[in-house]
């Protein structure tokens, strides 16, 4: 079953610019990620932010969590052309035990243009 | 991708015919999940196992068969039953009590 949606579900910029995706979710949730996959590839883990927390940060990422309205968004800043990926968000929930069983959005396909 | 194996990267089924798709790690990791992705959408799980000799569907299970005999390896098998095969699929570890999920690179397969 599919966590929720993600917006937009394609994203074009220019080199430098910012890029920002959202994701909704459905259930309660004990942490929230953002994963990256390059085409034909694996998934790359990029940032976790847990329910009690609003913002964080890691290098060029910023990802904010509303449980209030249930949902997160990523912030890319100054977008490189090697950014171009596909990104996932995946919530985690304290329902499901501690098997570590993640539900995916369905993706935003980010192309950053040189 | 590092630590995590998955063979072969393309993989052919012929109808009827049952399949599996290899994926070994060497991260000492004790879990371990399949995902199925199918063109422009997100990942479904398939099946997951926490500990040797235990697993558990996940949300896609029909038509598909797992084994955990070993830490190391979790291989999977796309059997005859299932009708739709053709997908990217992925495997993943956990780490101990950790949140996050490391995946191999992936099997792609297609349907003759």
């Known amino acids: 079953s599919q966590q929720g949606e993600e917006d937009p579900q394609a994203l074009s910029i220019q080199e430098g610019e910012n890029a920002t995706m959202n994701c909704s979710y459905k259930t309660s949730i004990n942490n929230l990620q953002w994963y990256r996959q390059n085409s034909g590839r694996g998934l790359v883990h990029l940032i976790l932010?847990?329910?009690?927390?609003r913002e964080k940060h890691s290098g060029r990422l910023r990802v904010t969590l509303d449980t209030s309205k249930k949902s997160s968004s990523l912030l890319i800043t100054a977008s490189r052309a090697a950014d171009t990926a596909s990104y996932f968000c995946?919530?985690?929930?304290?329902?499901?035990?501690?098997?570590?069983?993640?539900?995916f959005g369905q993706g935003t396909t980010l192309q950053v243009k040189p | 991708d590092g630590g995590i194996t998955q063979s072969p990267k393309y993989l052919f089924r012929k109808e009827g015919q049952n399949v599996t798709l290899s994926c070994e790690q060497n991260?000492?990791?004790?879990?371990m999940y399949w995902y199925r992705q199918d063109p422009g959408q997100g990942l479904r799980l398939i099946y997951y196992?926490?500990?040797?000799?235990?697993?558990q569907k996940g949300d896609i299970a029909e038509g598909y068969s797992v084994s955990r005999e070993k830490k190391e390896s979790f291989p999977l098998t796309v059997t005859s039953a299932q009708k739709n095969p053709t997908a990217f699929y992925l495997c993943a570890t956990r780490q101990g009590n950790g949140e996050t999920q490391y995946f191999g690179p992936g099997t792609r397969l297609l349907v003759l």
């Open positions: 196992s926490q500990i040797v000799n235990d697993f």
């Open positions: 932010i847990r329910s009690n927390e």
């Open positions: 995946a919530t985690g929930s304290n329902g499901s035990g501690n098997t570590g069983k993640l539900i």
């Open positions: 991260l000492n990791h004790d879990a």
